[in-house]
């Protein structure tokens, strides 16, 4: 008797210890990167995804995300961050705008500059191995937001300035950056370029060039704006290395001190230290990667926006088609094996319609992919909404049942029933936009008595960004 019980006794403690080491071994790390250009909805996309998480991580509420619906999920908390030199996500400012005490809920400000917060998800492993000896995991989620504006610099790594200037300067030839440019053409041609360098002489030139960049994202949109840190300089306002700009001709014979020269120096020293940094400390370490497109607003635009939305997606996705590029894999090698472009802010439109924009933004991304060849890494489209801002209302007119939407728009003081357009299903050129073009309103977030979010699908985004890991 006395022998089996100290064998029992042995077995558990040796089984305890067994538990443990697996345990530990089968805690994961994820590094998830939350990005888009700004007013995309990083901010409150994350919000929402540490909300539903923490304190609304039901199977009614997340059905799609298999960890719920198998009801193995057993709590998720915030808890610090690694990270010691990135600032930290303001989740509780950020909630109560969303969800105040009191008072109307708006969104939150927005950010500007990369930050992060650390998800501990603690689950039931669901079999095998992990269920038997490890009752419970731990996934570590590192979720890093920064702005697709950084990420949109990444070819000037492997341009000259010359090439640069090139390219920059003649995009601004045509429309709709042209109808701007003016005051900034005007004060470039009045430099001489072979001069000896004059220092306020650049630094108006380059205010009327970040003045320009910053009135082309506002007014139109436009999402090929560089270098990406002169729409947010954050701390580096006024540095030297941000005050250069594109020129007509930069492959003049370079005269040692004169202005061109500075031109070029600024531009190599922008690439050096805060392009490259940016890849090398963060980009290559991600694991996983969604990506934000704010479709509607594009559409709003016109099709030179929409256009433009889609040579980005393409000049992205050749960045993370590594396996193809020499160049970038040697210097970055990226971790990320799952890619997804969330076309945000589904619920302006009527939800007939989720599908028409689904495809819209899979017509973006594929025309691209289609050509690339992918080494291991997943890519998927969906449309979604972090926060659900409006509620589907049926409206019957003249014996038609019309899909509205019921919200109340941030540029009105009045709710309203509103019937949005219906967003093209692919790519349309200049010829087949309607003439009237597209009305999309953007619309303040629902008071919720009971201080929950409403999502659309951003279940089915957890499940793809993170169900593998949380098997
Ligand atoms: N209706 C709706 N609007 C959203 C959603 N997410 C963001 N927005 C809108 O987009 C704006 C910018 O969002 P934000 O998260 O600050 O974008 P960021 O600059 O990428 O962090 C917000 O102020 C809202 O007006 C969403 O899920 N639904
Ligand atoms: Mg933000």
Redesign the pocket.
């Given at each position: 008797m006395i022998t089996t019980s100290s064998a029992k006794n042995a077995f558990n403690k040796f089984k305890g210890k067994a538990e443990k080491a697996v345990h530990r071994s089968l805690d994961q790390h994820v590094k998830l990167a939350v990005t888009?250009?700004?007013?995309?909805?990083?901010?409150?996309?994350?919000?929402?995804l540490v909300k539903h998480l923490t304190s609304q991580a039901t199977d009614k509420n997340l059905p799609f995300f298999d960890v719920m619906q198998q009801q193995r999920h057993i709590a998720t908390k915030i808890v610090p961050q690694q990270a010691l030199t990135i600032p930290t996500f303001d989740y509780p400012k950020a909630l109560s705008a969303l969800l105040p005490l009191e008072g109307q809920p708006h969104?939150?400000?927005?950010?500007?500059r990369i930050n992060t917060l650390r998800l501990a998800i603690k689950y039931r492993s669901n079999a095998g191995l992990r269920g038997h000896f490890a009752p419970q995991s731990t996934l570590y989620l590192d979720i890093i937001?920064y702005?697709?504006e950084w990420l949109l610099d990444l070819p000037m790594l492997e341009q000259s300035y010359q090439q640069w200037s090139e390219q920059q300067y003649a995009l601004l030839q045509c429309s709709p950056r042209v109808e701007k440019s003016q005051p900034f053409l005007t004060a470039l041609s009045e430099l001489d370029l072979t001069a000896p360098v004059d220092e306020n002489a650049l630094s108006a030139i380059a205010t009327h060039y970040q003045t320009l960049l910053v009135s082309l994202k506002q007014d139109t949109k436009l999402a090929m704006l560089q270098p990406g840190r002169m729409l947010m300089p954050g701390e580096l306002q006024g540095a030297p290395l941000l005050l250069f700009f594109p020129v007509a001709q930069a492959n003049d014979k370079v005269v040692a001190g004169s202005n061109l020269a500075h031109l070029q120096k600024r531009f190599y020293a922008y690439v050096k230290e805060v392009v490259k940094p940016f890849y090398t400390q963060h980009f290559r370490n991600f694991d996983r990667q969604i990506v934000?497109v704010?479709v509607l607003s594009a559409l709003n635009e016109g099709p030179e926006t929409l256009q433009e939305q889609g040579d980005v997606i393409k000049q992205l996705l050749v960045h993370f088609n590594y396996g193809e590029t020499g160049f970038l894999k040697r210097l970055f090698k990226p971790n990320i094996d799952k890619l997804l472009f969330a076309a945000?802010?589904?619920?302006?439109i009527s939800s007939a319609h989720h599908k028409d924009l689904a495809l819209l933004l899979d017509s973006l991304v594929h025309e691209q992919s289609n050509h690339l060849k992918f080494d291991g890494v997943k890519i998927e489209t969906m449309a979604?909404?972090?926060?659900?801002?409006?509620m589907p209302k049926q409206v019957v007119e003249q014996g038609k049942t019309l899909n509205c939407i019921y919200g109340k728009p941030?540029s009105e003081s009045q709710w309203l029933t509103y019937l949005p357009p219906q967003p093209p299903m692919r790519m349309l050129n200049k010829d087949e936009w309607p003439s009237h073009g597209f009305e999309f309103l953007?619309?303040?977030?629902m008071p919720s008595p009971d201080k929950q979010l409403k999502?659309?699908r951003l279940d089915h985004v957890m499940q793809y960004l993170l169900g593998d890991k949380l098997t």
């Open positions: 888009g250009l700004s007013g995309s909805g990083k901010t409150a996309f994350i919000t929402a969104w939150p400000a927005s950010t500007e937001d702005p697709g934000l704010d945000n802010k589904s619920d302006h979604m909404s972090s926060i659900m801002a409006t941030l953007s619309f303040a977030p999502h659309i």
